[in-house]
T-cell receptor, first 114, second 113 residues
Framework: DQQVKQNSPSLSVQEGRISILNCDYT??????FLWYKKYPAEGPTFLIS?????DKNEDGRFTVFLNKSAKHLSLHIVPSQPGDSAVYFCAASARGGATNKLIFGTGTLLAVQP | KAGVTQTPRYLIKTRGQQVTLSCSPISGHRSVSWYQQTPGQGLQFLFE???????NKGNFPGRFSGRQFSNSRSEMNVSTLELGDSALYLCASSWGTLTDTQYFGPGTRLTVL
């Protein structure tokens, strides 16, 4: 049972445009959400997170939006750069349940074309 | 500050063998979590150790086990290897509170023949 879903396995975007990566979850106990970026042959690198008490968090070119009623979050990258090409994983945890266990989606491969 | 290190980086084993993977967390971090990454399944949580005690466990068979030492280094063991155990095994470390960010190592690529 996939509790965190990334329905788009891949996304291609032109350099300078906006990249929007989507993530859906089913477990209403999740209260903390994160995005990680992964290059080949490296471990995932933390990008940005958001608590369920917020609906938006911004860090430079990266913004995460959370829609709790729809159980949906998205990562916006503006402007997209070729160096952003990587696999992006959405993850969730239920910290109110006294666990920091991360449940990951299956990832979206972002390709930013120069 | 040095990041999370994992050894070995690559490993080839045959069915039925056992394997031990090692993870050294970021200095000062007391929590180590292990994840398995396979194509199509994303990253799946195996277990977490904090102060030498298993604090959380995922839905993996008992063939998968781990431990943590007093210096926070952790090892993961898989016994009686199966072909389906071929995967990238990642460990992540954090300070240990629920609000900490987890930082990942580069992983160990295990191939079971």
């Amino acid at each position: 049972d996939q509790q965190v879903k990334q329905n788009s396995p891949s996304l291609s975007v032109q350099e300078g445009r906006i990249s929007i990566l989507n993530c859906d979850y089913t477990n209403s106990m999740f209260d903390y959400f994160l995005w990680y970026k992964k290059y080949p042959a490296e471990g995932p690198t933390f990008l940005i997170s958001i608590s369920s008490i917020k609906d938006k968090n911004e860090d430079g070119r990266f913004t995460v939006f959370l829609n709790k009623s729809a159980k949906h979050l998205s990562l916006h990258i503006v402007p997209s750069q070729p160096g952003d090409s990587a696999v992006y994983f959405c993850a969730a945890s239920a910290r109110g349940g006294a666990t920091n266990k991360l449940i990951f989606g299956t990832g979206t491969l972002l390709a930013v074309q120069p | 500050k040095a990041g999370v290190t994992q050894t070995p980086r690559y490993l080839i084993k045959t069915r039925g063998q056992q394997v031990t993977l090692s993870c050294s967390p970021i200095s000062g971090h007391r929590s180590v979590s292990w994840y398995q990454q396979t194509p199509g399944q994303g990253l799946q949580f195996l277990f977490e150790y904090f102060s030498e005690t298993q604090r959380n466990k995922g839905n993996f068979p008992g063939r998968f086990s781990g431990r943590q030492f007093s210096n926070s280094r952790s090892e993961m063991n898989v016994s009686t290897l199966e072909l389906g155990d071929s995967a990238l095994y990642l460990c992540a470390s954090s300070w240990g509170t629920l609000t900490d960010t987890q930082y990942f190592g580069p992983g160990t690529r295990l191939t079971v023949l």
